[in-house]
């Protein structure tokens, strides 16, 4: 039996799951709420895969899959969802990945973030950047911070992305998307006439290389809002992707120029809830206080972590802290907990001493 794109996008949908993956000799496998499941028992043939994925590719995607052996593109499902797609040759085959975006964009509540982070939103320059791993919610995350903008506030977001993930329409604001391959060649070009553009937000989809990195804190620097993200976990491993991106030689200007742009640092992995019923966010959330604008510029980065645990007060929190949250309202399982612990020797210790007081002295 030959497989629909149709027929695997809606089972994907009605089982909630996140992704689709298209492989030779294994039958589809979604991700639900984390886990692999077979879609079908039939594995896949390499006509099966070319077939599939020429139901969904331009012929522009086909022909740079054959030059380059890959390609990615985003493309529209009906009036349901958007897709993210990565297309690729394996052993020679054809292979498929195709990530889920849901048309709704969610609310500060819906997705657990704190609704302080409104506040540094309203910034009038400086950089916020949302980082984690590949899948950890960080799209969503912005779909959400440029949706409450754009409905309260009157700007001119430009965001640039490969591909567009969610499609966000005027209310308040103006919005421009540019994709990069189909709008404009790279992500340092399409930021270097943004500026032109009379923005008052720029959004950089991925700020994976120098040059783009440099554009974003240019664009920081002369006064715009500006968000992207890193694949990095944890706000000191943020600082320090940065600034060990460029050459030892420019490593303390970008120290004061960061130090001085930086607004704040929200950092973030999904955890699954128990029974396997859906994922959590967790968040580390760094804003850029006095002292950790000193300690970025002194080269200091390896104490932010401590200037976090004690700064509550102005909405920061460890990613370990909310973890540890987690595990106490009963949220996740402990070991899916401890498999994303920053410090996982200080977590565990952690999650003990919480547990001995729980249990009291009755069970020593």
Known sequence: MAYEMVSLLRMLIDRDGSDLHLAVDDPPIGRVHGSLQFFGDNPLTSDDTESLMKSIASVDNQQELQEVGGTDFGFAFE?????????????????????????????????????????????????VLVTGPTGSGKSTSLATMIDWLNTNYDHHIITVEDPIEYYHYHKKSIITQREVGVDVPTFAEALRRALRMDPDVILVGEMRDLETIEAAVTAAETGHLVFGTLH?????????RIIDAFPTNQQEQIRTQL?????????????????????????????????????????????????????????????????????????CDYEELVERAQDRVEFEANIRAFREQSEGPQSA
Do not use: C, W
């Open 232 to 240: 990095t976990t944890g706000a000191v491993r943020t600082v320090d």
């Open 79 to 127: 009036d349901v969802a958007r897709f993210r797609v990565s297309v690729f040759k394996q052993r020679g085959n054809v292979g498929l990945v195709l990530r889920l975006i849901p048309r709704k964009i969610m609310t500060f509540e819906e997705i657990g973030l704190p609704k302080s982070l409104q506040e540094i939103l309203l910034k009038p320059r400086g950089m």
């Open 259 to 331: 130090a001085g742009n930086l607004v704040s640092v929200i950092s973030q992995t999904l955890v699954p809830k128990k029974g396997g019923f859906g994922r959590v966010a967790a968040y580390e959330i760094m804003i850029t206080t006095d002292a950790i604008r000193n300690l970025i510029r002194e080269n200091k980065s390896y104490r932010i972590t401590s200037a976090i645990q004690t700064g509550h007060k102005f909405g920061m929190n460890l990613l370990d802290e909310h973890l540890m949250a987690l595990f106490r309202k009963g949220v």
